[in-house]
């Protein structure tokens, strides 16, 4: 897959745009206005354009029992499974005339009885061609010249149930169908004839490289939809994965940190035309669930106005008319597969988590698309809390680059695991390292008996604590400067500042410069910096 990227603000509407469009001078929180609704904050969507967020999945039997309930995949199965032993074909390899009604009947797409509806057929004949494109059967000819179909060897495991083999061959077909529907979506209406100078020298002006390049657009502009929706679903809460065709179209075309002009209306529109027949061949394969686009939209007399244009804000009902796209598991397994297979890291929520408290640590702190509370939660399941917290603990010990996080993070666990973890933790109060932490924690769950830390121990404490906010929280200033607006000097920075430069901390001068260049105080960050001086000349 093509790794999304947002356009760039000079797209035109105008250029490639449908002679009739969906209406494009309405206001975007009317038409396309569920971001907040569907939990697809701007922010969170920039930093996932960068990497790719790890989601849940189903196990792979669950897996594979939903691509098995998949009506195309199962008319598939099904027709591999009619053709034994073995079944005539033309020399194209498709059922023949008088073979089609009954097809359709054995896959319930007609009645028993009576005349069997054309359409019937016709998707019969393409159930059983992606049984041959499977290889769920396997086309042959007999010594007498005849052309015959037979069951492939993967049906027999297909029909069983077998995950890996259920799913290899769902993954094919929903390849098989992503580039149908990229094909037919880059066909132009009206193929473009070449001038008598091309014809004379034997080249297709236009013609073949003009659907060529449709095509690559046309399979650009759907592999960034599916990445899109694969990082929405990863975000969004339970519940909440249903996004609108427009705030798919929109988070496609609108540049970055901007708001829709009435000419991004207009290419948000025309995105929404040309996906809406893509997303529909995806759906068939249970890739997604999708509510097209209302035909009837397109329907406006000459000279009326649209139904929907209004000042008062579309209702949940009428918004739905302009699309409705959900990624299903399925859909998350597919897109996940072709993510990895194109060397990207897509994790999976909990794999981080099949190790012992210090890969689980490590892992955490090393890795930038994670989901930390989640892959402890994974980890901590099914365990005895005072044995897991002692081993938490003793993995967040360390002096390293990352041991104020681990430790922040073992506090996390901690929290997680609750009262269970509280003896592991009073084993620890004298720890240099973990000691503040443990009498914070002891506190904040309401032990009445927990002792004052010495004062050593008391500001070590504060600048792991601050090290690791750093650590996880770099770049986000203003995060940083409220944290620091709290802290303890007493009403005398001088004298704080004076004992914290002097802890014997890996980050002490990290620590201390960032409260001088951030905290809102200005006497305050004066003194801040000067420790941090102190601190860097002392090291």
Not at 82 to 103: K, S, T
Not at 417 to 440: C, F, I, N, S, Y
Not at 476 to 484: G, I, K, S, T
Not at 515 to 521: A, R
Request: proline share 7%; with cysteine.
């Amino acid at each position: 897959m093509a790794g999304r990227r947002r356009k760039n603000a000079g797209a035109s509407a105008g250029e490639g745009a449908a002679e009739a469009v969906l209406p494009a001078d309405m206001e975007l929180q009317d038409l396309y206005g569920a971001f907040a609704a569907h939990g697809l904050d701007d922010e969170d969507l920039d930093d996932a354009a960068v990497l790719v967020p790890p989601v849940k999945l189903p196990a792979e039997p669950e897996l594979a029992e939903q691509a098995k309930a998949v009506p195309m995949f199962g008319y598939a199965l099904a027709l591999a499974r009619w053709a034994a032993p073995h079944r005539a074909v033309d020399e194209f390899g498709d059922l023949v005339e008088e073979d089609q009604a009954p097809a359709a009947r054995l896959l319930g797409l007609a009645p028993a009885e009576g005349e069997v509806p054309e359409e019937a057929e016709v998707e019969a004949l393409r159930a059983w061609s992606l049984a041959c494109d499977l290889d769920l059967v396997e086309l042959g000819t007999t010594a007498a010249g005849e052309h015959v179909a037979v069951p492939g060897p993967d049906l027999e495991a297909a029909e069983q149930g077998d995950p890996e083999t259920v799913l290899e061959l769902w993954l094919t077909a929903a390849g098989i169908v992503r580039e149908l529907a990229v094909e037919a979506d880059s066909m132009p209406e009206e193929p473009a004839e070449p001038s008598e100078e091309a014809e004379a020298a034997g080249e297709d002006e236009g013609g073949l490289s003009e659907v060529e390049e449709a095509r690559e657009a046309a399979a650009e502009l759907l592999d960034e939809a599916l990445q899109v929706l694969y990082e929405t679903t990863a975000f969004a809460e339970p519940g909440n994965e249903t996004v609108p065709l427009g705030v798919l179209a929109a988070l496609l075309v609108v540049p970055e940190g901007e708001e829709p002009s009435e000419e991004l209306l207009g290419d948000i529109t025309d995105v929404m035309v040309a996906l809406d027949p893509m997303l529909g061949d995806l759906a068939e394969l249970g890739l997604l669930d999708y509510r097209p686009i209302d035909p009837e939209l397109f329907d406006e007399e000459e000279g009326e106005e649209p139904a929907v244009v209004g000042e008062a804000p579309l209702d949940e009902e009428e918004s739905a008319r302009f699309g409705l796209v959900r990624l299903t598991p399925l859909g998350q397994y597919g897109i996940r597969q072709w993510l990895l297979e194109d060397g990207y890291d897509a994790p999976l929520v909990g794999e981080l988590a099949q190790g012992n408290a210090a890969e689980l640590l490590r892992g955490v702190c090393e890795s930038a698309n994670v989901l930390p509370e989640e892959e402890l939660r994974v980890w901590i399941a099914d365990r005895e809390p005072a044995a897991a917290a002692r081993e938490l603990l003793a993995a967040a010990r360390g002096d390293d680059g990352y041991g104020p996080l681990r430790r922040m993070l073992c506090v996390s666990a901690l929290n997680l695991l609750g009262p269970g973890a509280e003896p592991a933790v009073r084993e620890v109060l004298d720890d240099p390292e973990l000691g503040g932490a443990a009498r914070a924690w002891l506190s904040a769950q309401g032990a009445a008996d927990v002792p004052v830390p010495d004062r050593a121990m008391a500001l070590w404490t504060v600048i792991d604590t601050f090290a690791a906010q750093l650590l996880d929280n770099g770049g986000d200033a203003e995060l940083l400067r409220e944290l620091f607006t709290d802290l303890p000097v007493n009403g005398d920075p001088a004298a704080w500042f004076g004992e914290l430069w002097r802890v014997d901390h890996p980050y002490t001068a990290d620590v201390l410069e960032a409260i001088g260049e951030l905290h809102p105080d200005r006497a305050l960050a004066k003194e801040a910096r000067k420790a941090a001086f102190k601190a860097r000349s002392r090291g």
